[in-house]
């Protein structure tokens, strides 16, 4: 049984509500509290690893559940020098973080060099700066009865993020890996085993090439 199962995109069994919204925003620039040591969790990890393979220095998110604004700003904010919180008159919240500060990328270097970054974040990303974008031509479901699901408690902390942000307000979390083919080594990597345990459904688009583009989480 194939691993994978082409779809239209009318045809996948979950989308993520609806975020259009035209109701006016409220803009605060929120300040950064710099007499807190700028920490380094999975979480911190996981977003600003991109810095180093995608050459990206700014940060949007939204915002599903208003516990989740404190974490953000203890695990996220500061490692950057701007940071906006935009909020709807329908009470939606996000928050968007620029110019990541040049301590902070080091710091995730010198974790990278000496072998500290979670394995499934290098998985996900690689190692080096070698993003394209790459457009998709095709788009599969993922028989997750084929993945053998990985437990991995020190993922909690990530994925309760995931829930509380993207999942929550978009009910979609896309990902965006690095060089990873599309064969059944993808049932392998260690990503996708980790979140077999949590998630419902995954798919993937792929290029002309058989490169996977995206792939997202439900």
């Not at 509290?33 to 393979?53: E, G, H, K, V, W």
């Not at 700003?73 to 928050?95: C, Q, W, Y």
């Not at 990303?125 to 998709?136: L, T, V």
């Not at 979609?172 to 345990?197: M, Q, Y």
Request: net charge negative; proline share 5%.
């Amino acid at each position: 049984m194939s691993l994978f199962k082409e779809i239209r995109i009318e045809d996948l069994k979950a989308k993520p509500r609806s975020e259009v919204n035209t109701s006016p925003v409220k803009h605060t620039e929120i300040k950064i509290d710099r007499t807190i040591n700028p920490i380094i969790s999975n979480i911190t990890q996981f977003f600003l690893f991109p810095s180093i393979t995608m050459n990206l220095d700014s940060l949007y998110l939204p915002v599903g559940n208003p516990l989740i604004e404190n974490v953000i700003s203890v695990h996220l904010m500061p490692h950057f020098e701007e940071a906006v919180r935009e909020e709807t008159n329908d009470g939606k919240i996000d928050i968007s973080m620029r110019k990541l500060r040049p301590e902070s990328k080091i710091q995730i270097h010198d974790l990278l060099d000496s072998g500290q970054i979670h394995t499934y974040i290098t998985d996900l990303y690689g190692h080096e700066y070698n993003y394209q974008s790459i457009p998709a031509k095709k788009l599969y479901n993922v028989d997750m009865t084929q993945i053998t699901p990985l437990k991995d408690a020190e993922f909690d902390q990530l994925w309760n993020f995931f829930k509380n942000t993207y999942l929550n307000r978009q009910g979609v979390l896309g990902l965006l890996p690095t060089d990873w083919n599309f064969d059944e080594s993808f049932k392998n990597h260690s990503l996708v085993r980790i979140l077999a345990d949590r998630c419902t459904l995954m798919n993937v688009f792929v290029s002309a090439d058989n490169k996977i583009t995206n792939f997202n989480i439900y």
